[in-house]
């Protein structure tokens, strides 16, 4: 079964860390972009950061200097490196294995067309 699982999510306190994990079964991730979005209540799902097949790295402005995204396709695995967490950080994070980056107003979008989505990994940042 082809899948993505998304894990290490978690409640965590302002300026604390956390690393997501995706982790894709019957397939190879290694030859695809793979991007982590986000979907916070009330809002439309956002591309955070993606990491392509030649370790290329993009991120949403808003993480950048913040998250760091990295792959290990020895084990199949892309992960994500959330530090200096903001509540408004606070979002049902997802991977995907379409990202691609679009300047829209001068300005660094990630964009998936990928679906079904799974069902993701909780962070939430809250003293």
């Known amino acids: 079964q082809v899948q993505l699982v998304e894990s290490g999510g978690g409640l965590v306190q302002p300026d604390g860390s956390l690393r997501l994990s995706c982790a894709a079964s019957?397939?190879?991730?290694?030859?695809?972009?793979i991007g982590w979005f986000r979907q916070a209540p009330g809002k439309e799902r956002e591309g955070v950061s993606c990491?392509?097949?030649?370790?290329?790295?993009y991120y949403a402005d808003s993480v950048k200097g913040r998250f760091t995204i990295s792959r290990d396709n020895v084990k199949n695995t892309v992960y994500l490196q959330l530090n200096s967490l903001k509540p408004e950080d606070t979002a049902v994070y997802y991977c995907?294995?379409?990202?691609?980056?679009?300047?829209?107003?001068?300005?660094?979008?990630?964009?998936?067309?990928?679906?079904?989505w799974g069902q993701g990994t909780q962070v939430t940042v809250s003293s």
């Open positions: 995907a294995t379409d990202c691609t980056p679009v300047v829209v107003a001068g300005t660094l979008k990630l964009e998936s067309d990928f679906g079904p």
């Open positions: 019957g397939f190879a991730l290694d030859f695809y972009t």
């Open positions: 990491i392509s097949s030649d370790f290329s790295t």
